[in-house]
């Protein structure tokens, strides 16, 4: 018998080009999209409109999701904007 697959992501929103970022993990990436852009949860997010998806990994393992998350949110912004960047230029 094989088990489910899960997948977690590490994702990145923001509200405009050059706007705030926020980095996350979630184990449904679609449906917590959805959830900002429709402000659906209290926070951040909400207060400050971030709703438009930048950048996304998707992983396998949560804890590596998590320690991914860690390290770029200790990342400066510019390597954040270079990382977002190489995959989605606009």
Do not use: C, S
């Not at 970022?21 to 926070?43: A, M, Q, S």
């Amino acid at each position: 018998m094989l088990k489910p697959t899960h997948q977690y992501a590490v994702y990145i929103v923001t509200n405009k080009k050059n706007g705030t970022l926020y980095i996350e993990v979630t184990n449904n990436l679609e449906r917590r999209i959805f959830e900002h852009k429709e402000k659906l949860v209290e926070g951040f997010t909400k207060k400050y409109g971030l709703d438009k998806l930048i950048y996304f990994e998707i992983y396998q393992h949560v804890n590596d999701a998590i320690l991914r998350e860690k390290r770029i949110k200790k990342w400066k912004r510019q390597w954040k904007i270079n990382l977002i960047e190489q995959d989605n230029e606009n």
